[in-house]
T-cell receptor, first 115, second 113 residues
């Protein structure tokens, strides 16, 4: 158990809908990262927050947005869902922002199925 | 652009034999290298990382990896494989100027009894 929690575990929804994925980082971790794992794209970085502020952006669609709250939990919002958005979404957290010395610990993921 | 290659989709090994899962990277600057393992229906678990220093890094569950700068490789190794090591293994690189992990495509390790 990494200490990172994600809810829900599974989500099934229809095209055009909007969903929210939630992540609680490990105790004391200030950075939260979101990744998408799909069969065709593999594991891709979406976005990073540090202590409530957006710090890095990857291949995140405009239909997707995220935020980190004062209690450090984070939410990933996916809207106007398409079939291709079906994937496993991971949240990870690390202690501080400084470069590659900080190991990212991953949550169990949320499996999103868009029908 | 930074990239990570895992040339083998699957590695098969008999229990008790040594295993190697290959990883090569292409980056400019100093890379930070990671190995993660993913079991079915589970998240990614951190195994080990190379930041600087000794080229041989020891990690969890008896795994180790050797950083080779001239060959731009970071192969994962274990002297004696267990059936329970069967899983999906990901190599990842992080540049010292960014925070995102760039993952390889993954290698499925199958250890047969």
């Amino acid at each position: 158990d990494s200490g990172v929690t994600q809810t829900p575990k599974h989500l099934i929804t229809a095209t055009g809908q909007r969903v929210t994925l939630r992540c609680s980082p490990r105790s004391g971790d200030l950075s939260v990262y979101w990744y998408q794992q799909s069969l065709d794209q593999g594991l891709q970085f979406l976005i990073q927050y540090y202590n409530g502020e957006e710090r890095a952006k990857g291949n995140i669609l405009e239909r997707f947005s995220a935020q980190q709250f004062p209690d450090l939990h984070s939410e990933l919002n996916l809207s106007s869902l398409e079939l291709g958005d079906s994937a496993l979404y991971f949240c990870a957290s690390s202690a501080i922002i400084a470069g590659g010395t900080d190991t990212q610990y991953f949550g169990p993921g949320t499996r999103l199925t868009v029908l | 652009a930074q990239s990570v290659a895992q040339p083998e989709d699957q590695v098969n090994v008999a229990e008790g034999n040594p295993l190697t899962v290959k990883c090569t990277y292409s980056v400019s600057g100093n890379p930070y290298l990671f190995w993660y393992v993913q079991y079915p229906n589970r998240g990614l678990q951190f195994l080990l990382k190379y930041i600087t220093g000794d080229n041989l890094v020891k990690g969890s569950y008896g795994f180790e990896a050797e950083f080779n700068k001239s060959q731009t490789s970071f192969h994962l190794k274990k002297p004696s494989a267990l059936v329970s090591d069967s899983a999906l293994y990901f190599c990842a690189v992080m540049m010292d100027s960014s925070y995102k992990l760039i993952f390889g495509s993954g290698t499925r390790l199958l250890v047969r009894p």
